[in-house]
Structures are given as structure tokens and as C-alpha cells.
């Protein structure tokens, strides 16, 4: 199959779509990708062709404006000015999202560009294939991502799933003006319905996938057609080599404790860094802080210390003995399968789940706010995650279940039994999968 994947956000809402396309790839199938351009570089270098809309997310998250909506990690006020952003690149992306599935039998979609894909595939006729990295699924199990889950736990299962109906509509309202010009601009389609194009034929047709272990998130008994496959990981490119100097570091004493916020940003970035260092001073541990999107920078640091600016997870996790990070789904996926205790600091959005999720799990401890950290916090987490046995012994337990785990293989044989089948082929065909 020709086979377009569309995939927009920061660089770890991208990567699991480009270890799915590899994947597929290499199952024999064609495969686009649709992304920023400024990720050009990562996607070629998986050798996925590579088809740009315009857009540089990374330019985007460090302007002064966005890192401080940021910093107070107001989900509305964030998702209300990316919104904007998204609306006047809207027919941009349809233009370029337009041209780039021509001639292609399936779309593959997360969250980010959804609503694109669905008009994309109305007005190709072409199947469209949900394949998620986060719970987007109504379910009574458990709260959407973006609410409080100890207050709506206490609610009872369907203010539970109501809550899932609520993010569905928070993410759909933002993009709706932008939806309405891509349609009627670019694809001369009607406007989608005023609360959202989840009835619409593309949308409900195919079994859903998700790129997350079922060890950490279990198939909710409502949730039906879909498949919790395991993490879609991509590793470092074949060619990659650390550097000298990290590996000099990491052989010179104790396995050192990870810290950085990703493409999380911080309009004050030195005073991270003291906050940081301070803590790791309490603890009397060494460290490895990621400066990355984040913003951490410091000159002077403790021969303790080590600053790299981008290493690949998959290498570096199963390294260090504690993971802190700011809870993005790949970066959460990643300190799981390393089998390490992990302690997040979230900003917003998805990572307040996945803090609360690695606490139920008792892999890690209860996560801490960006808004609430401070040294002695951060300094306590860590000694915590340093020296509480059976919260290692469980990580380490965890991590094993997901290494022995293919989500990439599982989503890939799905995909191609739908092939198979013809589901693909024939649009009055719904695969009633459980």
C-alpha cells in the first residue's frame, strides 16, 4: 500500500509515527510522512519519505509569548493560542496535506492533524486509520488526559467518560474556524458540524490503534475495535555514536541521575539550572541534564554534572538510575522500558496523566508540578527513587514486561490483516474487531 502518515506537534508527538512508517516500510509498504518542516532531518534520516507543511514547531514553542503560557501551564490559554497559530496555517497544511496524498490508499493519524485527516479523507474517499499515543477513547475506566484524575475518579464512571467528550471538544472547538477554511479554501468541502466530525463515516470505520503497553494502560472493557498494541519506539539511527566525553562521564563513577523538560521551555532558563543543581547537590548524586528545547543552560558546572544537548533515549535511560522529565508520552514510554524509577515535573496537557499513571504503577513517585518544584522537592524525589527497593524492583519488573513487547509488529500485522481482508478497499466495510 501507498501509505501517507500525518503527524503534527513538538519532536515527541512525531517520533512514534516515524517507528510505525518504519515498521510498515519495512513490512513492504510505501510510506510519507506529513510533518513540520523542520523536521526534515529526523524523518529522512529513518530513510521515510518526507513531505513538509509549513511551520517550525520548535521556533514556535521558544517565542516569549508561548513560554510563558507555558511556565503557568494553563491547558485552555496554551490550547487557545496554539489554536490561533493553527488557524492561520490551516490552509497551508491542507494545500500541502492535499498535494501529498495523492495517489495514496491509506491515511494514518494521531491526534495532531485529526481533523485535517478527516476532511482529507472525505474528500479523497480514502480509509483513515486512528493510531493514537495517549487515551483519546471515551471510556468510564478512567478520566481523559487533560482532567484532574483523583477529583473525577471520585465522580463516578460516567462523569468519567463525559470528561473524554469534554477534551474531544476543547481539542475541536480550537480547530474549528481553521477546519472550516481548509474545507471550504482548499477542498472544497461544507463545514463539519458544529460539535465535530467524530460522526463522520472516515472516523468511525476502522479499529483504533494505541502506541502504549497494555501493562500500563490495560484495554478499558467499553473500548471496543480497538488494539493497545505497545509503544511504537524509535531508536537511534544505526550510524548514531555517543560522544566521547558522555561515555568518559558515565564510566567515571555511579549510574547518574537524567533531568531534562524536553521541548518543555522556561523564559528564565539559568535559574532552572540553579533550581536543578541545587537539588542534585542535596542529593550527593552525579547527573546528566538534558539543555534540549528546554532552555537549561550553565557554564559552570560541578565535574558531577554533565550537559548534553540531544542524546536518544533508547540509548541513554537504561544507563542512568533515575529518569526526570517533564512526562511527555515518549519520554514516559522511554523511562518505563529503561526498567528506572521516574520522577515527572509537568507542565501541562497529557503529562499530569502520565505523572499520576507512573505513580499508581509505584514505579516512580506522585509527580511534582513545574509550578510547585522546588530544590528540596526535586532533592526528595530523587533520594526516594534512589533508595526505595520495591519501588525499583517494580520498575525494573515493568521495564522487562515492555522490552519483551512489539508494539511496531503488532500495529503493522493489524494494519496488513486489514489489507488483507480488503477493509481497505471497500467503503461499506466495518472489521468488527474486538
Same mark, same amino acid.
Given at each position: ?20 512508517? $518504519?515498521? &510498515? ?10 510533518? %513540520? ?39 485552555? @490559554? ?19 496535506? &492535499? ?37 483519546? @477513547? ?10 484532574? %484524575? ?12 463525559? *470528561? %473524554? ?6 481539542? #475541536? ?12 479554501? !482548499? ?22 490503534? +494505541?502506541?502504549?503497553?497494555?501493562? !500500563? ?6 473500548? +471496543?475495535? @480497538?488494539?493497545?498494541?505497545?509503544? /511504537? ?6 550510524? #548514531?555514536?555517543?560522544? @566521547? ?47 534540549? #528545547? ?19 533515549? *533508547? #540509548? ?9 522529565? %517533564? ?26 496523566? /502520565? ?21 528540596? $522537592? ?46 481497505? +478497499? ?6 468488527? /474487531?474486538?
Amino acid at each position: 500500500m501507498q501509505i501517507a502518515m500525518i503527524a503534527m506537534g513538538s519532536r515527541g508527538d512525531i517520533q512514534p509515527y516515524i517507528a510505525l512508517g $518504519r515498521g &510498515l516500510k519495512a513490512a513492504g509498504h510505501s510510506v510519507r510522512l506529513i510533518t %513540520h518542516e523542520n523536521f526534515e532531518g529526523l524523518v529522512s534520516s529513518h530513510e521515510l519519505e518526507f513531505c513538509p507543511v509549513k511551520g517550525n514547531v520548535q521556533e514556535f514553542l521558544e517565542t516569549p509569548e508561548m513560554q510563558a503560557l507555558l511556565e503557568k501551564g494553563n491547558f485552555l @490559554t496554551i490550547n487557545a493560542h496554539t489554536s490561533k497559530a493553527s488557524q492561520r496555517a490551516a490552509i497551508d497544511w491542507a494545500e500541502g496535506s &492535499l498535494a501529498a496524498c495523492q495517489g495514496i490508499d491509506l491515511i494514518v493519524v494521531g491526534v495532531g492533524g485529526l481533523f485535517l485527516s478527516i476532511a482529507l479523507a472525505e474528500k479523497l474517499k480514502l480509509p483513515l486509520l486512528q493510531a493514537y499515543i495517549f487515551p483519546f @477513547t471515551p471510556t468510564k475506566a478512567f478520566s481523559a488526559v487533560l482532567f484532574p %484524575h483523583q477529583f473525577i475518579t471520585k465522580l463516578g464512571g460516567s462523569v468519567r467518560r463525559l *470528561s %473524554h467528550h469534554l477534551f474531544r471538544q476543547i481539542m #475541536w472547538q480550537g480547530s474549528r474556524i481553521g477546519d472550516r477554511l481548509a474545507r471550504q479554501q !482548499v477542498l472544497g468541502l461544507s463545514a463539519a458540524p458544529f460539535w465535530g466530525p467524530y460522526n463522520a463515516a472516515p472516523f468511525q470505520r476502522y479499529p483504533i490503534l +494505541y502506541g502504549f503497553s497494555p501493562s !500500563v494502560i490495560s484495554k478499558p472493557s467499553d473500548w +471496543y475495535h @480497538t488494539h493497545i498494541t505497545g509503544y /511504537w519506539f524509535l531508536d537511534a539511527a544505526p550510524d #548514531w555514536t555517543p560522544p @566521547t566525553a558522555l561515555l568518559d562521564f558515565l564510566q567515571s563513577g555511579s549510574p547518574p541521575v537524567y533531568i531534562g523538560f524536553g521541548s518543555m521551555g522556561s523564559r528564565n532558563p539559568e535559574a532552572t539550572a540553579d533550581l536543578v543543581l541545587k537539588a542534585i547537590a542535596l542529593t550527593g548524586q552525579r547527573a546528566i541534564l538534558q539543555s534540549g #528545547w528546554g532552555g537549561l543552560s550553565k557554564r559552570d558546572l560541578p565535574d558531577t554534572v554533565f550537559m548534553v544537548d540531544s542524546i536518544p533515549h *533508547s #540509548w541513554l535511560f537504561p544507563l542512568v538510575a533515575v529518569v526526570v522529565h %517533564h512526562g511527555g508520552a515518549g519520554t514516559t514510554a522511554a523511562g518505563l522500558r529503561a526498567g528506572v524509577p521516574t520522577i515527572v515535573i509537568p507542565f501541562f496537557g497529557d503529562q499530569p496523566f /502520565w505523572g499520576q499513571k507512573v505513580a499508581e504503577l509505584g514505579v516512580g513517585s506522585a509527580p511534582i508540578p513545574r509550578k510547585q518544584l522546588t530544590a528540596e $522537592r526535586l532533592a526528595e524525589a530523587i533520594h526516594r527513587a534512589m533508595t526505595v527497593r520495591s519501588m525499583r524492583q517494580r520498575a525494573a519488573d515493568l521495564g522487562a514486561k515492555i522490552r519483551g513487547e512489539d508494539g511496531i509488529a503488532n500495529a503493522v500485522a493489524i494494519i496488513q490483516e486489514l489489507e488483507k481482508r480488503g477493509a481497505f +478497499y471497500d467503503k461499506d466495510n466495518r472489521v468488527n /474487531w474486538q
